[in-house]
């Protein structure tokens, strides 16, 4: 019989080349969105596009913010992947309104995996959950054994409900008899094709800079990673046997906004005068930022290098990345092939 898998908020950026690599696999995918019908033309349109079958998808409703909908979404399922949660492009002032979906979410998606006996849940949770340390040391390399230190006073919502959401998981996974196994997967900043015009906070950077909306580029640097080699990582976690209890990271290198405006450039050159042309000093950006709600949330990243290691993905998974050049330039054309820079 044919397994199926639980993907939580399968219309997403991500979750739709989860639910892509699932399909291929041979697994049957129920998907869950906050409007089963409309997910379910989303979804079935990005996997024609991306040329998969998706005759074994399926959608039910469910909201991470309520009850309903996800015990019947788990009943049955042999996997759980829970990707779904709030990744807003402008941090709201309450931090509430992003942690308590992602904090409740995750317990309302592990509660029903333990109820209908899922055997193992993979958690999507984020390089952010990693590298926002109590202190940092430069030239530290972050690994899975870094935790970010909520108590931060220089940390966004999304970073704390990122962190919040995975602790509460593995607490979960401790603490409750019959939970199912746990894997996470720790993506960086996700590039990479998208399968159609509903754009990730990641995504939508390319599409501001390629628009011409960021004339230069605060000094800001971080992990990348492909989208494809993200959803391969939770396929993979999902089934070793190794990956039960760990988290891995999936990045490979890292890059700087004004090195994404370049890459753009240089994949579609006659965005060339569009794209963010120098990098702006430091002093320049905490005066924007006074006007700019949005450039707050980068000061306290100022010429901040974080580098991370994906040696456990490598070693444990046995998972071959794909670089950030090539992550970067097939975001940048998938854009264009669909008429949005
Ligand atoms: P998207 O915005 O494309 O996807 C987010 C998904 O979460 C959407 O399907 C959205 O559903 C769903 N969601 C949000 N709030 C709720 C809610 N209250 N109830 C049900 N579903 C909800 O972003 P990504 O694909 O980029 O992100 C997916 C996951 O990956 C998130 O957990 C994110 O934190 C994580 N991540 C992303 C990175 C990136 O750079 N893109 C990096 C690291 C981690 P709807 O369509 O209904 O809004």
């Keep these: 019989?044919?397994?199926?898998?639980?993907?939580?908020?399968a219309t997403g950026f991500i979750a739709k080349h989860i639910v892509a690599?699932?399909?291929?696999?041979?697994?049957?995918?129920?998907?869950?969105?906050?409007d089963a019908a409309k997910g379910l033309d989303i979804v079935q349109k990005a996997m024609a596009r991306a040329g998969v079958d998706?005759?074994?998808?399926?959608?039910v409703t469910a909201d991470l913010t309520r009850d309903e909908g996800w015990d019947a979404?788990?009943?049955?399922?042999?996997y759980a992947i829970h990707v779904a949660s709030p990744f807003p492009i402008t941090q709201p002032n309450d931090a509430d309104e992003v942690v308590r979906p992602a904090r409740e979410g995750t317990l309302r998606v592990l509660r029903a995996a333990t109820k209908a006996g899922v055997p193992r849940v993979v958690l999507t949770s984020s390089t952010v959950a990693v590298m926002y340390t109590a202190s940092h040391e430069p030239g530290h390399v972050y690994s899975e054994?870094?935790?970010?230190?909520?108590?931060?006073?220089?940390?966004?919502?999304y970073i704390i409900s990122k962190t919040?959401?995975?602790?509460?998981?593995?607490?979960?996974?401790?603490?409750?008899?019959?939970a199912p196994e746990l894997a996470v997967v720790n993506p960086g900043f996700v590039q990479g094709p998208a399968l159609d015009p509903d754009l990730s906070t990641s995504l939508e950077v390319q599409h501001l800079m390629g628009k011409g909306a960021y004339p230069g580029a605060p000094r800001i640097e971080f992990p990348v990673a492909d989208v494809r080699d993200v959803a391969e990582i939770h396929v993979k976690a999902m089934t070793s046997p190794a990956a039960a209890g760990e988290r891995f990271i999936a990045a490979n290198g890292t890059a700087t906004l004004y090195g994404i405006g370049q890459q753009i450039a240089a994949a579609l050159p006659d965005l060339a005068r569009k794209v963010p042309r120098f990098e702006m000093p430091d002093v320049m950006v905490?005066?924007?930022?006074?006007?700019?709600?949005?450039l707050r949330t980068v000061l306290p990243e100022l010429g901040i290098v974080r580098v991370c290691s994906n040696a456990k993905a490598r070693d444990t998974l046995g998972h071959e990345f794909r670089s950030a050049e090539t992550a970067i330039r097939d975001a940048a054309l998938s854009l264009r092939a669909l008429k949005i820079i």
Excluded: H, N
Aim: aromatic fraction near 6%; glycine fraction near 10%.
């Design 164 to 178: 919040l959401a995975e602790q509460a998981a593995w607490a979960f996974a401790r603490e409750t008899g019959g």
């Design 21 to 34: 690599e699932l399909l291929r696999q041979g697994y049957a995918v129920r998907g869950t969105a906050r």
């Design 286 to 294: 905490r005066g924007l930022a006074v006007v700019d709600k949005r």
């Design 54 to 59: 998706a005759t074994r998808l399926s959608m």
């Design 145 to 157: 054994a870094d935790w970010t230190d909520t108590t931060r006073s220089d940390i966004t919502p």
């Design 73 to 78: 979404a788990a009943s049955g399922c042999r």
């Design 1 to 9: 019989m044919t397994d199926t898998v639980l993907v939580t908020g």
